[in-house]
């Protein structure tokens, strides 16, 4: 099962080039992925991955053919599906000894660790947005495509802040995950200055003894005097989120996982060629291009970069010219990856699914070195504990 | 003069047509192209006024004056079309199949040719203007951008914002001659009037790269700096020169400022504060005016050459991208 793709074919002769150097990728992928599924992809939930992760890392490839060409580099991508955290550790080793320079994952964070852990390679974390792997798990030459959580919660704190609308009432899910994120929003929340009016816990349920939970009027009525601005849920499987916006008790927008979202990309973006981006998705792919598809797109154009630059290797100057590039992802501003914890520092767009709504950082926000570093961790929190090259 | 202007829009009609060209003789319009109104707005730039618009093909960008400076081509977007407009009229006379999602082009020297970046099909577009049909595609690198023939209409550069290159095509095989690489998200072309050297807008970059003509190497990057804004925020597109190729004149995109450049030195001589997201650049015949399309606060702003000073920002259409000055 396993598919090696030739993308770019030898092509120096066409420009007088050296002999080209060989970049093999190793994309390691969940052999039963549960998010795949078709009941799932259909719903199409905000920040949900919409399909593979080859797709955007060969549309990215594919785009970059005249770079490669005439640096005389040549990538192939070989994508392996494993079944648990021991096989995406034996594919890693197994990446490496094949002469791998770097190996992409779209993994659940234990399995991505395991990865990580047994190979000296650069690992992309393409599609986890766990804080824990930016922080007490992070690891040397692990890089992060996807915003972490904390980046979507302060993207989305600090519009809520632009707009004042302050108060906020937090439904948290019982996924989980849900858990942890409604902790780091809830951590958003306090940075940026907003009021949590109450937090309650929510559950998908029928049953009149569990109406407390279950009911949307109920969980949105006023008790008391607390009245709020929004509704901050936290769904990590999404269905409630979903049923959410509209039947609130009174009339507020529904923010976090369903009605206004921080995500990396959004296929309605209109500016800074981010619509000949999603084109070029969709014609290759046939379906709309999701902030996960962007995240391995971004992985492939960071990949190409560094390739580019250092066309004859070895590995070690290519794990360099990744780690300390500047890459354009058509987000408008050049984008690099934080020395601190190997996330990709980028814009976050503020999505209802049919347009973009803003963009973060938000205007007047600022940082003394790069706006960006206003979204997630900073250096100076040290939560990433390990020495990074 | 500005009266007869003025009662043109009054009456129109095919009998002011005379009036109309005799007006135009003396006159100084600007026509700034606007991609949410499709229109091109007018502006009177002797009376620094907003005297009406043109509607046009649907998502106006770039606009040309033909050769013979009697039409105006616009290339619209959402009509997969350039619109030919007759600058006597002010009307839409014609309409070219120049294919899908149009953005920007050039014209050969001799008018025939109409060269085309086709940003979704990452190739170089020969359109022949006079049967309305594709002579030529050449493959280049993702998401073309800026074009531009150069005088002797043998060559044809063209951006690839995705490749970061600079494509050298030979116009009359469709060969690539050379690809240049530049930096980061090459946009805007401007050729020294003595053809030796090509200077290419990176807008990831806050520079612009400078190609010795003769061998195709970057012999210099001017990278430019604004008090008060970071390098990220300064995103150069559109670029322009004097005729005596002494000075360029750069927009800085979010940075909200056009840079004086002096050509032999490289070095910047001065920042003019326009309005947001300055995108575009274009010289009156004089090189007393600079006019610079704000693409962000849906405004263009005059700038004096001389003085280097703003003279004053005139409301156009929505999301305005070029302009043309015909005089």
Redesign the interface.
């Known amino acids: 099962m396993r598919r090696l793709i030739l993308v770019a074919l030898l092509a120096g002769a066409a420009?007088g080039a050296a002999q080209a150097a060989t970049f093999k990728l190793t994309l390691l992928v969940p052999a039963d992925d549960a998010r795949l599924e078709r009941s799932r992809t259909e719903r199409a939930y905000l920040g949900h991955p919409g399909g593979p992760a080859a797709d955007g890392l060969l549309v990215a490839l594919k785009?970059?053919?005249?770079?490669l060409e005439?640096a005389g580099a040549v990538l192939t991508l070989d994508t392996v599906p494993v079944a648990n955290a021991a096989a995406a550790k034996d594919a890693a080793q197994k990446a490496e000894k094949g002469g791998a320079a770097v190996v992409l994952t779209d993994l659940p964070a234990d399995w991505t660790l395991a990865a990580a852990d047994a190979v000296k390679l650069p690992v992309m974390n393409l599609g986890d947005a766990s804080d824990r792997l930016r922080e007490q798990d992070c690891r040397p030459r692990l890089l992060h495509l996807l915003p972490s959580e904390r980046m979507r919660t302060d993207a989305l704190a600090q519009t809520l802040a632009a707009a004042r609308w302050s108060q906020v009432l937090l439904l948290t899910g019982p996924a989980p995950a849900d858990a942890q994120r409604s902790a780091t929003a809830q951590a958003s929340i306090k940075r940026y200055g907003l009021k949590l009016v109450a937090t309650k816990p929510f559950k998908l349920s029928a049953d009149p003894r569990e109406r407390d939970l279950a009911n949307l009027k109920l969980l949105t009525g006023t008790t008391g005097n607390a009245t709020y601005d929004v509704v901050w849920v936290v769904d990590s499987d999404g269905e409630f989120a979903r049923t959410l916006p509209y039947r609130t008790s009174l009339p507020r927008p529904v923010v976090g996982d369903a009605g206004l979202t921080a995500l990396a990309w959004s296929a309605q973006f209109e500016r800074f060629?981010a619509p000949?981006v999603s084109?070029?998705f969709t014609?290759a792919t046939g379906r709309p291009m999701t902030a996960h598809d962007w995240a391995s797109w971004m992985a492939g154009k960071a990949i190409t970069s560094a390739a580019t630059e250092v066309p004859k290797g070895p590995a070690v100057a290519f794990a360099k010219a990744l780690n300390e590039l500047?890459f354009?992802g058509s987000k408008?501003?050049?984008m690099s990856f934080r020395p601190w914890d190997g996330q990709l520092r980028q814009p976050m767009l503020l999505t209802d699914g049919q347009g973009v709504v803003a963009m973060a950082p938000v205007e007047g926000v600022l940082h003394p070195k790069?706006?960006l570093d206003t979204l997630g961790v900073d250096a100076p929190e040290k939560l990433c504990k390990v020495a990074r090259p | 003069m500005n009266k007869l202007v003025f009662a043109r829009s009054l009456l129109g009609g095919a009998a002011m047509v005379a009036m109309s060209l005799l007006a135009q003789a003396q006159a100084q319009t600007a026509y700034v192209s606007s991609e949410k109104d499709h229109t091109l707005t007018v502006i009177d730039l002797k009376t620094q006024a907003v005297t009406g618009t043109v509607p046009t093909c649907r998502r106006p960008r770039h606009v040309q004056l033909t050769p013979d400076g009697k039409k105006l081509l616009v290339a619209c977007a959402e009509s997969n079309a350039a619109d030919v407009i007759d600058l006597a009229t002010r009307k839409s006379v014609g309409r070219l199949a120049i294919g899908e999602d149009p953005e920007a082009f050039d014209l050969s020297p001799d008018g025939k040719t109409l060269y085309i970046s086709q940003e979704d099909d990452a190739a170089l577009g020969f359109f022949d203007i006079a049967s309305g049909k594709f002579t030529r595609t050449v493959e280049v690198g993702k998401e073309p951008e800026g074009v531009k023939a150069s005088p002797d209409g043998k060559l044809v550069w063209v951006t690839s914002e995705v490749a970061n290159m600079v494509h050298v095509i030979d116009a009359a095989t469709g060969k690539v001659v050379k690809n240049v690489k530049v930096g980061k998200r090459p946009r805007r072309l401007a050729l020294t009037p003595d053809g030796s050297q090509l200077w290419v807008t990176n807008e990831m970059s806050a520079s612009v790269s400078i190609l010795s003509t003769k061998d195709w190497t970057v012999t210099d990057t001017i990278q430019f700096e604004v008090k008060g804004a970071r390098s990220t925020d300064i995103t150069p597109v559109g670029i322009t020169m004097t005729k005596d190729g002494k000075q360029a004149f750069v927009a800085l995109g979010r940075a909200n400022h056009v840079a004086f450049v002096d050509v032999a030195s490289h070095k910047t001589t001065a920042l003019a504060l326009v309005g947001k997201r300055a995108w575009n650049v274009t010289l009156d015949k004089s090189e007393k005016q600079l006019l610079v399309v704000n693409g962000l606060s849906d405004d263009v702003t005059l700038v004096d050459v001389a003085t280097a000073k703003p003279l004053k920002s005139l409301p156009v259409g929505r999301v305005p991208y070029g302009a043309v000055i015909v005089e």
């Open positions: 420009f785009e970059a053919k005249f770079e005439a060629g000949q084109r070029r014609k500047e354009d408008g501003t050049p790069n706006n």
